[in-house]
């Protein structure tokens, strides 16, 4: 979704200057026009570049992984070093890196999240919860080390934070949210593609849902994303829709660009990249997409036959 993104900031026009960690994601040795790429192979040489670039661009836009704080960390540079951030801000940022302490957050403010409880790094499997659980990282990314269990095991250790919650049965769904000065702008619903192996791992997405599913869909994430804070910028919710609105729960909110984009910018009639930056800084018009069924599969996207 980086790649996608910056060649879509450059064909809108602007000055993309992109770095990257060479350890984890090589980037192009030859960039499309528009492109100048920056890379560090260590962790000393990234703050000190990352700064640099930050301070000195017109906007920044953060594509990190919640894990090990890595997008707070880079949020927070950004602010430090004066940079215009488009993305939320850090606290909110902060509350939705932790998948416990934002269901908490949500729960608390009336919305339908889902209860859980958080498991110290260390501990013992609880055997005194109602089972099947899914199993997460409090500051996973993605579908990463996520696990479905049927049954409790009292012998196995939980190495890392955790949060454990029931396993709720419905349609996985998220909805991408745009947030600036004109207020929060949600995206089309698109159905998530999971895997059936109880890991969760993201194989794709669809859009459109049926209308009524859809609006079910933003309503809720809008409310979700509304008892945050005040956002900017692109914003991802994950959702279960039930058998009806009663039985909806917010997943989580994930405060970055995700996968998503790749489906919604082939069905955007104008460049969504684009877009994102207009709505962030800008009194703007909501971006047109287009009805026709799109299918996102392993990084291809095409056409659904109906």
Not at 86 to 113: M, R, V, W
Not at 220 to 236: D, I
Request: with cysteine.
């Amino acid at each position: 979704m980086a790649d996608a993104m910056s060649t879509d900031l450059a064909t809108a026009g602007f000055e993309v200057q992109r770095m990257a960690d060479a350890t984890v994601y090589p980037l192009p040795k030859y960039p499309s026009a528009g492109q100048t790429c920056h890379t560090v192979s260590a962790p000393a040489e990234e703050k000190p570049l990352f700064t640099e670039l930050a301070r000195s661009a017109d906007a920044t836009l953060v594509i990190a992984p919640e894990t090990a704080g890595a997008l707070t960390a880079r949020v927070r540079w950004t602010l430090e070093a004066g940079g215009m951030l488009i993305g939320p801000d850090l606290g909110i940022t902060e509350l939705a890196t932790d998948k416990h302490q934002l269901a908490e957050h949500l729960l608390a403010h009336g919305i339908p999240a889902v209860a859980g409880i958080a498991i110290a790094a260390g501990s013992r499997l609880p055997t005194d919860v109602p089972y099947p659980v899914v199993l997460k990282p409090r500051d996973g990314a993605g579908s990463q080390q996520m696990h479905i269990l049927r049954g409790a095991d009292a012998q196995v250790y939980i190495p890392t934070a955790a949060r454990l919650e029931p396993y709720i049965e419905g349609l996985p769904v998220s909805v991408s949210l745009l947030a600036g000065p004109s207020g929060i702008c949600p995206l089309p619903a698109c159905r998530q593609l999971l895997s059936k192996d109880g890991k969760f791992t993201y194989l794709g997405g669809s859009l459109p849902l049926d209308s009524e599913r859809a609006e079910r869909a933003k309503q809720l994430a809008l409310r979700a994303v509304a008892a945050c804070g005040t956002p900017c910028g692109y914003l991802g919710v994950d959702l279960i829709l039930g058998k009806n609105m009663d039985a909806d729960r917010v997943i989580e909110i994930n405060p970055r660009l995700t996968t998503s984009y790749l489906l919604l910018r082939q069905a955007a009639e104008e460049n969504l990249a684009a877009a994102i930056i207009r709505w962030s800084l800008q009194p703007s018009e909501s971006p047109i997409f287009s009805p026709e069924k799109k299918r996102f599969l392993l990084n291809k996207s095409e056409e659904l036959i109906a």
